[in-house]
């Protein structure tokens, strides 16, 4: 059975053990989509989901982790730099794309009509200090000359869970999150979808570890997620397809 661990309390309770399945870790909006991968494949893996940043210092702190998925390429190049992945062995897994959501019943809104829709309203979205959807979504707005209709109106968010929670909640008039997050969810809907070229691209990166206790479990799952079964799942979950070589 496939457990889901708090990576935290694992690295600090638990000895180095051998482990029975690969352990995995992963950026906390990819869960919904590898929980579902997972399922479909019969591959049993240990699974921690979290930001990226976090993951990746954990991993550098020795966590016997087999397989990581980022979604921020700097903490994969981060991991590279540290030798702890080979660059080689780095590929991209899926993409996203970003829009906007508004509380289920809300008309369609074009970027004109962005400040009047926000007139005394919040503006929500994860903190782009932080999380990469909002590093995104800030330079996104920015390029597109929107910042400044929002920004009076912004309250950051931990993550884009909370922004979606936000919006269904009606504590928000609009937000920000990736496509995958507002796909299937109550009590929102998507509004208005950010054009692509105004951010740089969203790539999810996935490698293997040396320091974990299951490589070839690891190598079946890295097969499996590469695969096309496992770009089925991806794509059923709200994620876009990255051409090879891309």
Not at 23 to 31: D, F, G, I, K, V
Request: glycine share 10%.
């Amino acid at each position: 059975m496939r457990k889901t661990l708090l990576l935290s309390l694992f690295c600090a309770a638990l000895p180095r053990m051998a482990l029975s399945e690969p352990m995995l870790l992963a950026a906390a909006s990819t869960r919904d989509a590898i929980d579902a991968g997972l399922a479909e494949s019969g591959i049993a893996a240990l699974t921690s989901y979290g930001a990226s940043g976090v993951l990746a210092r954990q991993i550098e702190q020795g966590a016997p982790a087999d397989l990581f998925i980022s979604a921020n390429p700097k903490w994969m190049q981060h991991l590279v730099d540290l030798g702890l992945i080979e660059k080689d062995a780095v590929s991209v897994l899926m993409s996203n794309r970003l829009v906007l959501i508004a509380p289920e019943g809300s008309g369609d809104l074009a970027p004109d009509g962005i400040a009047a829709r926000l007139d005394g309203e919040n503006f929500v979205m994860a903190d782009p200090q932080t999380a990469p959807v909002g590093s995104y979504g800030k330079t996104a707005l920015e390029t597109l000359g929107l910042w400044s209709a929002i920004e009076s109106h912004f309250v950051p968010t931990r993550n884009t869970l909370a922004t979606v929670a936000a919006v269904a909640q009606g504590e928000a008039a609009l937000g920000l999150v990736y496509a995958s997050d507002a796909a299937g969810q109550p009590g929102v809907r998507v509004v208005w979808t950010v054009p692509a070229d105004s951010h740089p691209p969203i790539r999810y990166l996935i490698a293997p570890l040396a320091q974990g206790d299951d490589p070839e479990g690891a190598t079946e799952l890295l097969d499996f997620l590469l695969g096309a079964g496992g770009r089925v799942v991806l794509t059923g979950k709200g994620f876009l397809p990255v051409a090879e070589g891309s």
